[in-house]
């Protein structure tokens, strides 16, 4: 087992990008290399960045990687009130999706936070 798959951070990414995976499903065909592409990409980058992070040298480097996950998280939020607004998701999928990047990001903060502090 790598390091970073005992990370609840982590995990928590992995189950945001399988619900934005499942959201996207239901996107029109013509979307396929828009908005489905783009907000999968961004919720696969949070894990992936913050498994990369896990393999810097140091602990600055390691909040750096934290950083840009939680721009994709915040780059999720954005794709998804377009999508909203476009009639591709419901309100109930973007308030599940909202929900779960609140708490994505809150998680990513605290994880910055003691990898600033420590």
Same mark, same amino acid.
């Given at each position: 087992m790598f390091n970073f798959e005992k990370l609840d951070v982590w995990n928590e990414a992995i189950n945001f990008a399988d619900q934005v995976y499942r959201v996207t499903r239901a996107f029109p065909d013509d979307e396929r290399f828009g908005l489905t592409n783009q907000m999968?990409?961004?919720?696969? $980058? @949070? +894990? #992936?960045? @913050?498994?990369? /992070?896990? +393999?810097? #040298? $140091? %602990?600055?480097?390691?909040?750096?990687? @934290?950083?840009?996950?939680? /721009? #994709?998280?915040?780059? &999720? &939020? $954005? =794709?998804?009130? &377009? +999508? %909203?607004? =476009? /009639?591709? @998701? /419901? =309100?109930a999928d973007f308030d599940s999706l909202y929900g779960a990047a609140e708490k994505q990001s809150r998680m990513l903060s605290g994880l910055k936070r003691s990898l600033e502090t420590t």
């Open positions: 999968r990409r961004a919720a696969v $980058s @949070i +894990s #992936s960045n @913050i498994a990369e /992070g896990t +393999s810097r #040298s $140091s %602990r600055a480097d390691f909040a750096r990687f @934290i950083e840009i996950a939680t /721009g #994709s998280v915040y780059e &999720v &939020v $954005s =794709q998804a009130t &377009v +999508s %909203r607004r =476009q /009639g591709f @998701i /419901g =309100q």
